[in-house]
């Protein structure tokens, strides 16, 4: 995504009134002070504990090169902690302009204002696809909403999520806190179908494999000469992927490698522990 344009920055700014030049968060809270419970858009405002917003942003290994989006930002805390405690660049999104504007605030009164920006707007509207970790705190239904927004997002990508779930996309790691649960998620690569493994350089080794893939969760087999063999062992973490199989002579082979959309750079390691550099391609 487009992180800010200038433009629609000073606009949404000046949207947000002069509450933004507010020095300390009892002068943001002065004219707008939100209720634990009140009604919003699609979810009632509770915030999340401190210590849950710290484990959620080191579950999904938040540093400075990160661009954290959080949907449904509320008063702004998750973003301004990931710009205050993890030195990462933050975006808030909030359907409720007073809560936006109060935002806002509370970002320049906790001085991160270069790093961190509360905007007023749709999290099904607004496009966050340059997100490196995406936050929320929603319900089991917007989650689900989001989820093919999720999917299609870069691989490696760390979503987290206080409380709620994404249906059967089993979450990468759970954390539980004073009887609250936090869940991550990585973007996993789309990897399913018919790869041609050849080795690098013109060498003779060469295979196929037939990956399946739910989520994360990948299966499948590989034809190495006159042999058919299951994968074993085989995961796959945003676009990193692995597994293990047994060769047309019946030495184990562990293969590691990185996906780019149709193709798979990897090492194959075989029974003398000897490399060989492969790629694969699909179709």
Same mark, same amino acid.
């Given at each position: 995504? @487009? ?17 933004v030049?507010?020095?300390?968060r ?71 302009p007073?809560?936006?504007?109060l ?5 320049q ?16 509207? *607004? ?8 936050t929320?705190?929603?319900?089991? *239904?917007?989650?689900?909403?989001? +989820? ?6 870069k691989?490696?990508? +760390?979503?987290?999520?206080h ?23 990585i ?22 494999v ?6 994360? +969760?990948?299966?499948? *087999? ?24 047994n ?5 184990? @082979? ?30």
């Amino acid at each position: 995504m @487009r992180f800010v344009q200038p433009l629609i920055v000073c606009a949404a700014l000046l949207a947000l009134g002069s509450a933004v030049d507010a020095r300390t968060r009892a002068e943001c809270e002065r004219d707008y002070k939100p209720q634990v419970g009140q009604a919003g858009k699609d979810v009632i405002w509770v915030p999340t504990p401190d210590e849950l917003v710290t484990k959620m942003l080191t579950m999904a290994k938040v540093t400075p090169r990160d661009f954290v989006v959080d949907l449904g930002a509320g008063d702004g805390k998750i973003a301004i902690a990931a710009g205050k405690h993890f030195g990462a660049t933050a975006l808030g999104i909030e359907y409720n302009p007073d809560m936006a504007r109060l935002a806002q605030c509370l970002v320049q009164a906790e001085g991160v204002g270069s790093k961190v920006k509360i905007i007023q707007g749709d999290i099904f509207k *607004e496009d966050f696809s340059k997100a490196t970790v995406v936050t929320m705190y929603l319900l089991p *239904e917007l989650n689900l909403r989001l +989820r093919p927004m999720l999917l299609d997002m870069k691989p490696g990508t +760390r979503v987290t999520s206080h409380q709620f779930t994404m249906g059967d996309w089993e979450a990468d790691e759970t954390a539980d806190f004073e009887h609250r649960s936090a869940y991550l998620w990585i973007i996993p690569a789309q990897v399913a179908g018919s790869w041609n493994f050849r080795e690098n350089g013109g060498g003779k080794t060469g295979f196929t494999v037939s990956l399946a893939q739910k989520f994360q +969760r990948i299966s499948g *087999e590989v034809s190495m000469g006159s042999s058919r063999n299951p994968l074993v062992g085989a995961t796959l973490r945003g676009g990193e992927i692995k597994f293990a199989f047994n060769d047309d002579k019946g030495h184990t @082979r562990t293969l590691t490698g990185t996906v780019r959309d149709n193709e798979i750079m990897g090492t194959l390691r075989g029974p003398d522990d000897a490399e060989i550099k492969v790629s694969g391609k699909r179709g």
